[in-house]
């Protein structure tokens, strides 16, 4: 069970790296746009984050569900966000450093919030 929940974590910080490298390319660019690294980052982050807290709750139950909380309504919101925009030729400026402030404070929650495993 160790081994899975190590690979899930393993897979949910490279969801987020992929989410935030999307972003951060971007920077110096005019024009900005939901890219495949971001929609593929925002998505493996939020399915490997799932699967992370179920085999969580299947080991020793251990679980800061308000950590957890917080986490997924922000990694919803990331998702929703990251979708609707998908297809649009250019998102707003706003809208971009939404979406790389709240990536990068959802790692923040994950590492500043202290808990047992998540």
């Known amino acids: 069970m160790e081994i899975l929940r190590l690979v ?4 949910h910080i490279l969801g987020f790296a992929a989410l935030i490298g999307g972003l951060v390319v971007q920077l ?5 746009v939901v890219n495949s690294a971001m929609r593929d ?4 982050a939020f399915v490997a984050g ?15 569900h308000a950590k957890i909380g ?22 707003s400026e706003g809208l971009f450093y939404a979406l790389l402030a709240l990536s990068v404070v959802n790692v923040g929650v994950a590492i500043f919030w202290s808990s047992a495993h998540v």
């Open 8 to 11: 899930l974590l393993f897979i």
């Open 50 to 64: 799932l699967l992370l807290v179920g085999v969580l709750e299947a080991g020793d139950g251990d679980v800061n």
């Open 70 to 91: 917080v986490k997924l309504v922000i990694g919803l919101v990331i998702l929703a966000l990251v979708m609707a925009n998908l297809r649009k030729p250019k998102i």
């Open 28 to 32: 110096g660019v005019g024009d900005k």
């Open 41 to 44: 980052g925002a998505g493996t």
